[in-house]
């Protein structure tokens, strides 16, 4: 849970640095400086899917489509820390994400029976960092009013719902970052004598879909 500081800088911006005490500046410079890495982290992440999942006609039309979705999702939470935020109404937001987080499991149903199991199982994680869009685009206590000094006291009374969503949220995209992140550690142990025989594009793509959950978890927590 951010302070009054922070969170007033988060949802106003940098306009209000000058505006505060002293004191808060402080806090107010490393929420800036997260909102910054959490848009280079997040814009990152959109080029390396447009390269290497949209763009490259060697996939076929559904993994391009899957790249596609996580390059909007990436382009939209590289904009959700500022203040301008992005133009799409939170509504709209909502519609759009929610249709993306049924894709996955479903766009795996024309396979066979075993094959299906295992695609949407491997799709689960990418239907939940669209499930968490959707989750971010609701509308909270905090964004239903303009100035938070005068109701900062509306923050307390969120419903137990709002922070069971949001934990189960968290939980589930932090176990799937460290697995993306970890999952192959056994592998390059066994393979120190002979590294490349794991597949660096592999690897590649795992560390991005690990950084992805972990900024999604960080934004969850955030905009709770």
Known sequence: MLTL????NWHIGLTCVHHVPWEGRRSMSATYVVCCMLTVLFVTAA????????????????????GLLHTIMAVAMSVMPWSWGTPVPAGTQ?????????????STLSRSHGARLIAVARSIPSAAAMAAMVWMAR????????????????SMG??????????VLVLYLLVCALRS??????GLRRNTRHPRTLAIKE???????GAMHLGTVVMLLVHQ
């Open 139 to 154: 509308p909270t206590e905090s964004s239903r009013h303009e100035d938070l000094a005068a109701h900062a006291g509306h």
């Open 94 to 106: 909502a519609a759009f994400f929610a249709a993306a987080a049924l894709w996955f499991p479903l």
């Open 47 to 66: 080029v390396h899917e447009l390269r290497h999942r949209v763009l490259p006609r060697s996939y076929g039309w559904r993994m391009r489509i899957d």
């Open 5 to 8: 500081v922070e969170e007033r």
């Open 203 to 209: 690897l590649y793509g795992h560390f991005w879909q």
């Open 158 to 167: 969120e419903p137990a719902g709002h922070d069971v969503g949001t934990g």
């Open 181 to 186: 992140l970890t999952g192959d550690m056994p």
